[in-house]
């Protein structure tokens, strides 16, 4: 109901919509223990290795303990088990966890705060927090993005995954929606294509926002139309850039900082409640050893300093994660950073490879958007898009005949037509099986037409 009378409803009322869909969510991200996990956090910035390992022992403690009490799949754990022995615990697959989701669960959806995540490798998981996780993980990056001056009500851009515009906003050019009450404008990255960037860019000098967030992919995309097509982006108007949800490739934060003329600042996490990873003023990555353990590991599951990331995250009480093995891969540093913060440092997060889907008449569809066409559907256990011609995809789905619906088809087609528009060709096959690569990983975007696209 509440998204028909949006997508009827006049311009300002749908900022205001907006405006009111926020301030309702912010009221559990910053109520309760907010301000107390603000203040840790903070108390925590230049705390020494020593003290900052003892306080993750604690957590881990803490939260093995609860995990053992609550959650039927983790009953037989040992509690004791220290992060130096941590290995001694199973570790978890996204496999493991979408069919054992229910035996994990600690409480139930409706007393949580359910998110729901497509998975960049294709398949939907809806995992429950409770509400002071989220509290403790919004103070976790308010504090990191503190550092440079952002609070919330500053003047922020945000290019996230939210379907947010009409038929009529495209016809008026205009691919934005505004909260007014905090000071955020929400842009389309479903509609970042070449015929539409001016709009966006122009926009967005005339906003001023003192912050970027969101895919920075998206942001590229402004960038590079901008540098190519001499539109000056004011300098002194960005304080920093926060990306989100992707990989930053040197490249991406090379064109980010020369033409918006400020500074990229990093961070890692997940839909699924992943531990944090902050870069500081010195453009150093470190780990936020207060809100999980991180072990990477080599593909015998053996310690090494460059390999995928298995974590055990202290904000996921309502849907525990224990050595979870999210399908990323980071590269460990030997170097100290002299910035006062003495967690542990990263050379670099390596992710997935940038994948996207093109579109004609909505351009390029990035992974964490193609992931999304996931969300509120049933039954599709995986899905790998290939697009070998401009004007057409194919999605291969494996799915559950059990749980597999028309309705649950209707949505996902749905959610595709939202990314790529109407006039795009879809062909839809249900599939026995999607193969991996030799690597053993698999692919969730499959796309032959690079070389077609400008």
């Not at 054992?100 to 398949?123: E, H, P």
């Not at 090379?254 to 699924?272: D, G, M, P, R, T």
């Amino acid at each position: 109901m509440k998204e028909k009378i949006y997508k009827i409803a006049p311009h300002f009322i749908q900022n205001l919509m907006v405006s009111v869909f926020n301030l309702i969510a912010y009221k559990y991200r910053y109520g309760g223990n907010y301000k107390k996990h603000l203040e840790q956090k903070r108390s925590l910035k230049s705390a020494s290795l020593i003290k900052l390992q003892e306080f993750q022992q604690e957590k881990l403690t803490a939260f093995l303990k609860f995990s053992k009490q609550q959650s039927k799949y983790y009953a037989q754990i040992d509690e004791n088990t220290s992060v130096h022995s941590i290995a001694i615990l199973p570790i978890i697959t996204k496999e493991i966890l979408r069919a054992k989701i229910n035996d994990i669960y600690t409480l139930d959806k409706s007393k949580g705060i359910v998110a729901k995540t497509g998975g960049t490798t294709g398949a939907s998981l809806e995992v429950v927090f409770t509400k002071d996780n989220i509290q403790e993980r919004f103070a976790a990056q308010d504090a990191f993005r503190e550092q440079f001056g952002y609070k919330l009500g500053e003047k922020s851009a945000w290019f996230s995954g939210k379907s947010i515009i009409t038929s009529r906003d495209v016809k008026r050019n205009r691919f934005w929606k505004t909260d007014v009450l905090h000071n955020i404008r929400y842009y389309s990255t479903f509609h970042i294509k070449k015929e539409y960037l001016e709009y966006f860019l122009k926009n967005l000098i005339a906003f001023k926002p003192k912050y970027l967030i969101g895919f920075p992919t998206s942001m590229v995309e402004l960038a590079s139309f901008g540098l190519n097509n001499n539109i000056i982006f004011p300098a002194r108007i960005l304080t920093a850039i926060f990306p989100t949800a992707e990989t930053v490739t040197p490249h991406i934060r090379n064109i980010l900082e020369s033409y918006f003329k400020c500074n990229v600042y990093n961070q890692y996490a997940s839909s699924e409640g992943a531990p944090f990873i902050f870069e500081c003023k010195k453009r150093k990555l470190h780990v936020d050893l207060s809100s999980g353990v991180f072990e990477v590991l080599d593909e015998k599951n053996k310690p090494a300093q460059s390999g995928k990331l298995v974590f055990t995250s202290f904000t996921t009480y309502g849907t525990p994660l224990i050595r979870y093995d999210i399908g990323d891969s980071i590269a460990l540093s030997k170097m100290l950073c002299s910035c006062g913060n003495n967690n542990p440092l990263v050379d670099e997060i390596l992710g997935r490879a940038n994948e996207y889907v093109f579109s004609p008449e909505n351009g390029k569809i990035n992974l964490v958007n193609v992931a999304n066409t996931l969300k509120d559907t049933f039954g599709i256990q995986k899905i790998q898009v290939i697009q070998n011609q401009l004007d057409a995809i194919s999605l291969n789905i494996v799915i559950d005949e059990t749980k597999y619906t028309r309705k649950s088809e209707d949505q996902f087609l749905r959610n595709w037509r939202d990314r790529v528009g109407l006039k795009m060709k879809i062909d839809l096959c249900k599939v026995k099986a999607i193969s991996s690569e030799r690597s053993g990983k698999y692919r969730i975007v499959i796309n032959n037409v690079t070389s077609l696209i400008d």
